[in-house]
């Protein structure tokens, strides 16, 4: 299977999908004190959220490339016609290549194998590196919407959960695929409930 083709693209796309939720929802468990155990997730929340978490900055992303593949490829047709249309410019490239120590003739078989093992180590290094940076964005990205949520409490404009099981209104926090997530401020306790039906009404969640 090669790692451009379709299958391989999934794959990749599944994965990311993944630590992106799972980075972002631990920054937002370990800064409010959630148990990540009690309001576990299935396969498929994980994915969409991790999908909608990260497509924003997809877009961006996508015009980032689009932005340089245009110029890149008018600069390389540029050259190539400068080149072109007289000899002269093509020494002149020369030239100018020669000044800022850049190579003027073509690499032998052994000089290109080396180039290209040293490139490859480069470009896995980056990827690694920018994926871990990614990880770490997304996490902060979690601790600062749970941040905001705490401040929403304490001016008292946070959603409002309320529970047959549980005698008092809680604030709602996090909804896992089975347990609800609510905090008390008088006893500063969070009080885990098991999810049943969930209605919305003037902005409170009743279970």
Excluded at 69 to 82: D, L, T, V
Excluded at 175 to 188: D, W
Excluded at 193 to 204: F, L, T, V
Aim: proline share 1%; glycine share 6%; charged share 20%.
């Amino acid at each position: 299977m090669k790692f451009i083709d379709s299958a391989g693209i999934v794959a990749f796309l599944t994965a990311y999908f993944y630590c992106v939720s799972t980075a972002f929802t631990y920054g937002y468990f370990y800064t409010l004190g959630l148990d990540s155990d009690l309001l576990d997730r299935n396969f498929h929340q994980v994915i969409y959220h991790g999908m909608i978490t990260s497509l924003e900055n997809a877009i961006y992303l996508s015009a980032f490339i689009l932005l340089f593949g245009f110029f890149y490829s008018n600069w390389c047709f540029f050259i190539f016609y400068y080149i072109k249309k007289s000899f002269s410019h093509g020494r002149r490239l020369v030239r100018l290549k020669k000044k800022i120590n850049l190579p003027t003739k073509k690499l032998s078989k052994r000089e290109l194998s080396i180039k290209a093992v040293f490139s490859k180590s480069v470009g896995v290094f980056l990827v690694v590196i920018g994926f871990l940076s990614v990880l770490i964005v997304y996490e902060k990205s979690g601790m600062e919407q749970a941040n905001e949520l705490r401040v929403r409490i304490s001016e008292g404009k946070s959603t409002i959960m309320k529970s047959s099981q549980y005698k008092g209104e809680l604030t709602f926090l996090y909804c896992g695929s089975r347990n609800c997530a609510g905090y008390n401020p008088e006893t500063e306790e969070v009080i885990y409930i098991q999810q049943q039906y969930i209605s919305i009404d003037n902005n409170k969640i009743k279970i």
